[in-house]
């Protein structure tokens, strides 16, 4: 599986000829059938049903082009006006919409966020004080991952913005980094407010149109209004098999993730980032604030960055606003994933090469559109010749087989033999928690369910594990199933339930 492939060769070629000037080595030759091939033999080793990918050197598109199919067991071939979903690449919109506000004198970054949203407040009244626009959008706010709020289905925008005073402080503000989809969410609201129009709107006047962005969309619910057909399907691999999956939709948090588009507006998009934010000449955003969003604003940890670094081995990684940052090659890389179950996107910049690459994927995390972004940079680059998909197949694959050994090692600490203390309908009942809401335990034909939410993969039935003790096997097992323990009272009865971390308390009968 890790071997050479057999384009390698007429890569490396390629890289040969690069190593000296760039500009004049593809003046000798075409590296592109290369890549083409490259990329061809990537999808077959990943197993990704489609992809489509551009990339932008300079103002022009020097690659594009679509491979696969947009569904499995379907024969519709996926090329470069398939519709896929941006998801968190989402976010370098949203900071840029912000940047054009305050070039309009509408708001300015160093505003308090209760300027704009006066019910908002953090779990410190210090940091709802202090807390700025421009915190919003760069995961060092103080607060811990959130997304078990969205996920549930069942609560809106203002619901959830209003929950974030719950949450436990993760580390003071601008002291670490958690990456934090809710505190974009409240950014997306921070720009209705200033602009006086929906996030959505103001993204498809000011940035969609005039970029010439023809089959963008700013939510699912939009792309799909469209009746539009060109459009892949979300797929997983559950127990081994790549499947397709429903769609999941961030619209519930747009301006974390909600954007819809394809390979070939992805490189008009490339085309004006890489061009200081101009459209025929004309810049939509001011020098100064196009330059405040790359500028590294908070450092992140290994653990928080992505698994790549153990073979770009930058010299430091941060993140701008939107955008994740390391060096390469001497180079400043302005990068970002976008994942949502079933679907994968990067994209990755080096603005001083005038170098853009974007990849979508319709497989859940399949990191060949790692390997891709890296083998394009090294292409336009000159670098020596380097099998990225090779190295991140084995590099994944470790990180995998490290979970299976964690997992199993958990495994083996069950107690077998034991049974619940109580009868499993003394089990049944709601829990509540003041930021993650209800969880819904039923009994239900002598068996154990769980369910939050309205989101289908968020309910399954419950396997009894040890003691109290149970396994969830949830939605349709894309999922490793996470533990639940019942804690009972003084008086014998279930008080407490905890899953994924967090404890719940149940109701009162008659609740």
Same mark, same amino acid.
């Given at each position: 599986?890790?071997?050479?492939?057999?384009?390698?060769?007429?890569?490396?070629?390629?890289?040969?000829?690069?190593?000296?000037?760039?500009?004049?080595?593809?003046?000798?030759?075409?590296?592109?059938?290369?890549?083409?091939?490259?990329?061809?033999?990537?999808?077959?080793?990943?197993?990704?049903?489609?992809?489509?990918?551009?990339?932008?050197?300079?103002?022009?598109?020097?690659?594009?082009?679509?491979?696969?199919?947009?569904?499995?067991?379907?024969?519709?071939?996926?090329?470069?006006?398939?519709?896929?979903?941006?998801?968190?690449?989402?976010?370098?919109?949203?900071?840029?919409?912000?940047?054009?506000?305050?070039?309009?004198?509408?708001?300015?970054?160093?505003?308090?966020?209760?300027?704009?949203?006066?019910?908002?407040?953090?779990?410190?009244?210090?940091?709802?004080?202090?807390?700025?626009?421009?915190?919003?959008?760069?995961?060092?706010?103080?607060?811990?991952?959130?997304?078990?709020?969205?996920?549930?289905?069942?609560?809106?925008?203002?619901?959830?913005?209003?929950?974030?005073?719950?949450?436990?402080?993760?580390?003071?503000?601008?002291?670490?980094?958690?990456?934090?989809?809710?505190?974009?969410?409240?950014?997306?609201?921070?720009?209705?407010?200033?602009?006086?129009?929906?996030?959505?709107?103001?993204?498809?006047?000011?940035?969609?149109?005039?970029?010439?962005?023809?089959?963008?969309?700013?939510?699912?619910?939009?792309?799909?209004?469209?009746?539009?057909?060109?459009?892949?399907?979300?797929?997983?691999?559950?127990?081994?098999?790549?499947?397709?999956?429903?769609?999941?939709?961030?619209?519930?948090?747009?301006?974390?993730?909600?954007?819809?588009?394809?390979?070939?507006?992805?490189?008009?998009?490339?085309?004006?980032?890489?061009?200081?934010?101009?459209?025929?000449?004309?810049?939509?955003?001011?020098?100064?604030?196009?330059?405040?969003? +790359?500028?590294?604003?908070?450092?992140?940890? #290994?653990?928080?960055?992505? =698994?790549? @670094? &153990?073979?770009?081995?930058? !010299? $430091?990684?941060?993140?701008?606003?939107?955008?994740?940052?390391?060096?390469?090659?001497?180079?400043?890389?302005?990068?970002?994933?976008?994942?949502?179950?079933?679907?994968?996107?990067?994209?990755?910049?080096?603005?001083?090469?005038?170098?853009?690459?974007?990849?979508?994927?319709?497989?859940?995390?399949?990191?060949?559109?790692?390997?891709?972004?890296?083998?394009?940079?090294?292409?336009?680059?000159?670098?020596?010749?380097?099998?990225?998909?090779?190295?991140?197949?084995?590099?994944?694959?470790?990180?995998?087989?490290?979970?299976?050994?964690?997992?199993?090692?958990?495994?083996?600490?069950?107690?077998?033999?034991?049974?619940?203390?109580?009868?499993?309908?003394?089990?049944?009942?709601?829990?509540?928690?003041?930021?993650?809401?209800?969880?819904?335990?039923? +009994?239900?034909?002598?068996?154990?369910?769980? #369910?939050?939410?309205?989101? =289908?993969? @968020? &309910?399954?039935?419950?396997? !009894? $594990?040890?003691?109290?003790?149970?396994?969830?096997?949830?939605?349709?097992?894309?999922?490793?199933?996470?533990?639940?323990?019942?804690?009972?009272?003084?008086?014998?009865?279930?008080?407490?339930?905890?899953?994924?971390?967090?404890?719940?308390?149940?109701?009162?009968?008659?609740?």
């Amino acid at each position: 599986m890790h071997s050479r492939p057999r384009p390698f060769r007429a890569l490396l070629a390629a890289g040969l000829l690069l190593a000296g000037s760039p500009l004049a080595a593809q003046k000798k030759a075409n590296p592109w059938p290369a890549f083409d091939a490259y990329v061809q033999r990537g999808v077959r080793d990943w197993a990704v049903p489609g992809l489509s990918i551009v990339v932008v050197h300079g103002d022009s598109v020097v690659f594009l082009k679509g491979y696969g199919v947009r569904r499995l067991g379907a024969a519709d071939a996926v090329d470069p006006q398939t519709l896929f979903g941006m998801m968190s690449t989402t976010k370098a919109m949203t900071a840029m919409a912000l940047a054009m506000l305050v070039d309009e004198g509408k708001l300015r970054w160093d505003d308090p966020v209760t300027r704009w949203l006066p019910d908002f407040a953090m779990p410190d009244p210090y940091v709802t004080r202090e807390l700025r626009v421009v915190d919003l959008l760069t995961h060092s706010a103080g607060l811990p991952n959130a997304d078990l709020m969205w996920l549930r289905g069942d609560l809106d925008l203002p619901e959830i913005l209003h929950r974030v005073r719950g949450l436990q402080p993760a580390y003071p503000l601008r002291g670490g980094f958690v990456y934090q989809n809710v505190m974009y969410g409240a950014a997306g609201a921070v720009i209705e407010k200033a602009a006086g129009m929906p996030w959505g709107d103001f993204l498809q006047q000011r940035l969609f149109r005039p970029i010439g962005l023809a089959r963008t969309w700013p939510s699912y619910a939009a792309m799909a209004a469209t009746h539009a057909t060109n459009v892949s399907s979300a797929h997983y691999r559950i127990g081994g098999t790549v499947r397709v999956i429903p769609d999941e939709t961030v619209d519930v948090l747009p301006a974390a993730g909600a954007v819809w588009s394809t390979a070939e507006d992805m490189g008009r998009w490339l085309r004006f980032l890489l061009d200081s934010s101009r459209v025929d000449g004309r810049r939509l955003v001011s020098d100064s604030s196009f330059r405040r969003l +790359f500028q590294p604003q908070s450092f992140v940890s #290994g653990d928080e960055f992505y =698994p790549t @670094a &153990a073979r770009t081995r930058p !010299h $430091w990684t941060t993140y701008g606003l939107g955008w994740f940052q390391q060096d390469y090659r001497g180079e400043m890389v302005q990068m970002h994933t976008g994942s949502l179950d079933g679907r994968t996107a990067i994209i990755g910049l080096i603005p001083d090469k005038r170098i853009g690459v974007y990849v979508f994927g319709n497989l859940d995390h399949a990191e060949l559109r790692h390997a891709l972004m890296w083998q394009a940079f090294d292409v336009l680059l000159g670098a020596p010749p380097r099998d990225w998909s090779a190295e991140l197949l084995t590099l994944y694959g470790a990180l995998r087989a490290r979970s299976d050994s964690t997992r199993h090692a958990d495994e083996a600490r069950r107690v077998t033999g034991t049974s619940p203390t109580l009868p499993l309908e003394r089990y049944a009942g709601r829990y509540g928690h003041p930021v993650w809401g209800d969880i819904d335990v039923a +009994f239900e034909s002598g068996a154990l369910r769980l #369910g939050y939410g309205t989101n =289908p993969a @968020a &309910a399954g039935p419950l396997e !009894h $594990w040890n003691y109290d003790t149970f396994l969830a096997r949830l939605g349709d097992g894309r999922d490793t199933p996470p533990l639940v323990t019942f804690e009972l009272d003084e008086h014998g009865m279930p008080g407490h339930l905890t899953v994924f971390g967090e404890r719940f308390t149940r109701a009162a009968a008659g609740r």
